[in-house]
């Protein structure tokens, strides 16, 4: 779909919120893929126990009333050739404030699609800590006609990380604080 140097190009323009974000927070993390000639796919993890299936379609999990943090998480879906996956099926669910799943409806679980640029924009809270592992949320992405991945993502301030024995710092999201809230960035890889 791009050529070799269009590719670089893109690549190169999406690395660079990432290296003022890195750079100004003094924390050594691995960067979310870069566009190049072959990025790793985003690696899978478990769904947990708490997946459940049907969820419904929004762009924001933010309940009426809902205390906490407020967190956007947005980002790109690509494929291995680091092109952008449109329309590519992006499934939310993490623990209310409090460490608490809701397993009889859907509070704090939504799905959405990315758009003709492989984009997504998630409206949400930061989620509480669940007992034994650090904070994170659960997805599950899907290219249209691809494998589900599922997997889970980080925070880069959590000092639970440490100890968490899923945590994987490949999957750690890229956060600032602006305005109140928390800023979050993820690119997924999937096949």
Partial sequence: MYSTPRRRLLGAALALPFVSIHAASGQTLPLTPVCGEKPPPTPAQTPGPFYTPD???RTSLVEPGAGGER????????SPRCTPLANALLDFWHCDTAG???????????????DAQGRYRLETIVPGEYPGRTRHIHVKVQAPGGRVL?????????????????YRPELTMRVTRESGRRDARFDFVVT
């Avoid at 608490?100 to 990315?114: C, E, I, M, T, V």
Wanted: aromatic fraction near 18%; charged fraction near 25%; avoid cysteine.
């Fill in 150 to 166: 599922t997997t889970q993502l980080y925070f880069p301030d959590d000092p639970r990380n440490r100890s968490d024995w899923i």
């Fill in 100 to 114: 608490d799943y809701d397993n009889s409806g859907f509070r704090y679980r939504g799905h959405l699609f990315a």
């Fill in 55 to 57: 969820s419904p379609r």
């Fill in 71 to 78: 967190l956007v998480v947005s980002g790109f879906v690509l």
